[in-house]
């Protein structure tokens, strides 16, 4: 079980700095926007005086933006977390294996969201969680097949 521990502390650890170098990156743009903006100015402008028209004025895109980021940040952090946390069980006590299987779900719907919308860092970081992630089921299953 000690493979599968490390494969899970190591994934998990993966999703929880990518999400909190996110979360960070999302609140030092707040105030000075230099890193998960667009490129032109003029959008940045343009979203800070356009409205969601779901809100009726309430929210603006640049509003929406940076709370689309923190949420973001938050749920890839907690999935991190929770790998690690089944990574810290699995040394102790038995685990469905379909919880596993469920974390390399998940794992694997981020590297195609990141394939599909982000770039180079993001996309590495959660195919290398995940490998780990599909490691330690893979690893957990054969252990337990025993």
């Given at each position: ?21 996110h ?6 743009d707040i ?24 809100t ?68 590495a ?7 780990c ?14």
């Open positions: 079980m000690r493979i599968t521990s490390f494969l899970l502390y190591t994934g998990g650890g993966i999703f929880v700095v990518l999400g909190l170098l979360a960070l990156y999302t609140l030092l105030r000075k926007p230099r890193r998960l903006v667009p490129d032109d100015p003029a959008v940045s402008v343009a979203m800070s005086h356009s409205h969601l028209r779901l009726r004025g309430r929210t603006t895109m640049w509003q929406a933006w940076v709370g689309f980021n923190f949420s973001h940040s938050v749920g890839v952090a907690l999935f991190g977390a929770l790998s690690v946390a089944t990574g810290a069980l699995i040394a102790t006590a038995p685990v469905p294996g379909l919880l596993l299987a469920a974390l390399v779900v998940v794992g694997l719907i981020y590297v195609w969201i990141a394939a599909l919308y982000w770039f180079r860092i993001p996309i970081g959660a195919a290398i969680a995940t490998a992630l599909l490691g330690a089921w893979l690893t957990y299953s054969a252990s337990s097949a025993h």
